[in-house]
T-cell receptor, first 112, second 115 residues
Framework: GESVGLHLPTLSVQEGDNSIINCAYS??????FIWYKQESGKGPQFIID?????DKRQGQRVTVLLNKTVKHLSLQIAATQPGDSAVYFC???????????FGSGTRLLVRP | DADVTQTPRNRITKTGKRIMLECSQT?????MYWYRQDPGLGLRLIYY???????NKGEISDGYSVSRQAQAKFSLSLESAIPNQTALYFC??????????????FGEGSRLTVL
């Protein structure tokens, strides 16, 4: 069935290093993808999105890469900071569908 | 003040009780959503509403009902709570637009425990 999954449930990185969080999706018809960050005790917060007609999009310290050939999405965080510690979710959306399908999340831990 | 406010933030109740979770927003968005979050399962859509007269079931609507009292208010009810409805519940809003759902703005969550 359709699924949005993550390769690693927990990622631990050294402060200052770059982080890469991966996400696999199985619905080849999905054409819009979003990354959310959820800090402890808070609701998810939008980070960055990308449409399927792009393969890369950059924000402030974050980059999302989309590889449609292998149905893979990644979030890269440059110079990871303690404030980046959170759970990160990818989500996919198909065409005019109302529904975002969320992955189960990856916890990012930043070591001082 | 938060743009999307949920009440209560925490609630413990007993099996069979009726529970209402309320959500209000000051973002002026037409679209509102209720999601449920369980460990290891991400967020799953319960109900959504694209305007005051529009209510739609999501992927896990059984055991839940909703009411869109105004553009700014969207409440979720559990008519007879059961233990497997213990979860973290999120309300979210988004702008009206054609095509993709786009960015969701979430409240801070309501943690419900059903004993």
């Amino acid at each position: 069935g359709e699924s949005v999954g993550l390769h690693l449930p927990t990622l631990s990185v050294q402060e200052g290093d770059n982080s890469i969080i991966n996400c696999a999706y199985s619905n080849s018809a999905s054409d819009y993808f979003i990354w959310y960050k959820q800090e402890s005790g808070k609701g998810p917060q939008f980070i960055i999105d990308i449409r399927s007609n792009m393969d890369k999009r950059q924000g402030q310290r974050v980059t999302v890469l989309l590889n449609k050939t292998v149905k893979h999405l990644s979030l890269q965080i440059a110079a990871t900071q303690p404030g980046d510690s959170a759970v990160y979710f990818c989500a996919e959306n198909k065409g005019s569908s109302y529904k975002l399908i969320f992955g189960s999340g990856t916890r990012l831990l930043v070591r001082p | 003040d938060a743009d999307v406010t949920q009440t209560p933030r925490n609630r413990i109740t007993k099996t069979g009780k009726r529970i209402m979770l309320e959500c209000s927003q000051t973002k002026g968005h037409d679209r509102m959503y209720w999601y449920r979050q369980d460990p290891g399962l991400g967020l799953r859509l319960i109900y959504y509403s694209f305007d005051v007269k529009d209510i739609n079931k999501g992927e896990i609507s059984d055991g839940y009902s909703v009411s869109r009292q105004a553009q700014a208010k969207f409440s979720l009810s559990l008519e007879s709570a059961i233990p497997n409805q213990t979860a973290l519940y999120f309300c979210a809003t988004s702008e009206s637009r054609t095509g993709n759902t786009g960015e969701l703005f979430f409240g801070e969550g309501s943690r419900l425990t059903v004993l």
